[in-house]
């Protein structure tokens, strides 16, 4: 809290150092009841500090629109309430965002069966050899020089083939077609 307190003059400059005490004192009498009011409202355990020192940075943003007539931890409560509820909402908006993305990045059971079965498909109308091609360089991610040593063929030739099966095999699942 003392670097919370510090921070103060540089936020709001214009304020007196009478007005900054005044906050600095209604902040140390009011921080355990803030943090019971977020454990009863349900915030996580582990938020309780931020949520706490976001309260109180909004209220005093705004302490010059605060009401001395009316009771201070009202005020910051209700701040208090505002703060929660616009972490709760940020929160839930990311949590739907990356679902999302989970979801789309990753495909279900059904449609990985789906395309290894379309894959044997298409890796049986072409030769074994062509396949036997396509296991080390693709599957099992060897690098061109250690392919072409297995297969006692030239680097260069077996990328030019590699291309052209490739090329043969999205036809045929009719890639480049648009379909």
């Known amino acids: 809290m003392n670097i919370f307190f510090a921070a103060l003059p540089s ?12 906050f600095e004192t209604l902040v140390k009498n009011n ?19 931020d949520l ?3 309260t109180f ?6 302490f010059e629109r605060y009401d001395s007539k009316r009771p ?35 495909p279900s059971f059904e ?10 498909e298409l890796l049986a109308q072409i030769t074994e050899e062509d396949r036997f091609l396509i296991e080390l360089r ?11 040593e297995i297969m006692k063929q030239n680097e260069g030739a077996l ?5 052209r099966i490739l090329a043969h095999l999205r036809e045929l699942s009719g890639e480049e077609k648009g379909e």
């Open 11 to 22: 936020l709001r400059p214009e304020l007196s150092k009478g007005t900054v005490k005044e």
């Open 31 to 49: 921080v355990r009841p803030l943090i019971g009011f977020f454990r009863y409202i349900g915030a996580p355990p582990n938020l309780h500090e």
């Open 111 to 120: 449609q990985i069966s789906l395309q290894k079965r379309e894959i044997e």
């Open 57 to 62: 940075l909004k209220a005093f943003r705004s």
């Open 72 to 106: 201070f931890i009202s005020w910051l409560l209700s701040i208090a309430r505002n703060v929660f509820n616009d972490q709760r909402a940020e929160f839930a908006k990311k949590q739907a965002l990356l679902k999302s993305v989970t979801q789309a990045a990753t």
């Open 138 to 148: 693709i599957m099992r991610s060897l690098p061109f020089s250690e392919v072409a």
């Open 159 to 163: 990328r030019v083939r590699l291309h």
């Open 52 to 54: 706490v020192q976001d």
